[in-house]
């Protein structure tokens, strides 16, 4: 799996209920139903579905939701979430976005919802 597809997926909410019963299949053995139920009621195409398996098989948690994704951005590419947080606080949302997805690989739906995440959490604190 190339780095860009692992921070792809790990920055794409999975409900919990779809991670459990994806690491239980994965678990019997059967990593084509796991990646099956893990497309089902995501956002995750076939290929970040695959990838999500693989790292639910490491033990790999991923998030359940935007804010968690949040997290696991600032862990993984504390540069790019500064950056991408400056824009969004500044009222550049388009741009950030863009950023966002130029850096990550995400697609525009979850790039943007990251953003809005972003400018949520800044709200609140």
């Not at 990838?51 to 997290?71: C, F, K, T, Y």
């Not at 979430?81 to 525009?108: F, S």
């Not at 979850?110 to 959490?121: D, M, P, T």
């Amino acid at each position: 799996m190339s780095t860009d597809a692992t921070i792809r997926t790990r920055l794409t909410p999975v409900p919990r209920p779809a991670q459990e019963a994806a690491r239980a299949l994965l678990r019997d053995g059967h990593r084509t139903q796991a990646v099956v139920r893990l497309r089902k009621g995501t956002d995750l195409g076939l290929r970040q579905a695959a990838a999500a398996a693989d790292l639910l098989a490491e033990d790999v948690r991923l998030p359940a939701s935007h804010q968690e994704a949040i997290d696991v951005l600032e862990e993984l590419l504390p540069d790019v979430h500064r950056e991408v947080a400056a824009m969004a606080r500044g009222g550049d949302e388009v741009r950030a976005t863009r950023l966002l997805r130029q850096e990550t690989g995400v697609g525009l739906v979850i790039g943007y919802q990251l953003v809005s995440a972003l400018n949520e959490r800044d709200r609140s604190a």
